[in-house]
């Protein structure tokens, strides 16, 4: 039902640090955390793709309307989603690099020079 380490927890009466110790000296609860923490994000996932199509239903069937802000922070904190992008330089180059793109140039129209330079007609500048 979509219940995280936090919900477990309070249900047994103990810590998740207690959950988290107890997974560290036991190798097959610590299997069964992970499996757990995976049906936590399927259940997530369902729960969002019913309600994009008006699908999203109680245990009794009556439906459920899911807010869509509660539904990013939910998925952003106990699945650990993010929208960020990470990008790594797997150089060997230590120096930095800066990389600047516009979308045209400030009245709206795309500079020539910076045309013939782009393949896609953007200016995508990168100085090293």
């Known amino acids: 039902m979509g219940n995280d380490i936090r919900q ?7 810590d998740r640090s207690s959950i988290y ?4 000296k036991h190798k097959e609860f ?3 955390i992970k499996k757990g923490q995976e049906l936590c994000e399927a ?11 008006g699908k999203a239903r109680e245990k009794n069937g009556n439906p459920i309307k899911v807010d869509l802000g509660w539904y990013v922070w939910m998925t ?3 699945c650990r989603w993010t929208d960020k992008v990470e990008q790594k ?3 060997n180059n230590k120096e930095s690099i800066t990389c600047t793109i516009k979308w045209g140039d400030e009245d709206g129209s795309d500079s020539k020079d910076e045309e013939k330079n782009s393949p896609s007609k953007k ?4 100085k090293k």
């Open 8 to 14: 477990i927890a309070r249900a047994w009466g103990i």
């Open 21 to 24: 110790e107890w997974a560290k």
């Open 30 to 32: 610590s299997h069964t």
């Open 43 to 53: 259940w997530y996932i369902d729960l969002g793709k019913a309600a994009m199509v």
């Open 76 to 78: 952003k904190n106990i």
């Open 89 to 91: 330089n797997y150089s």
């Open 123 to 126: 200016n995508r500048t990168i």
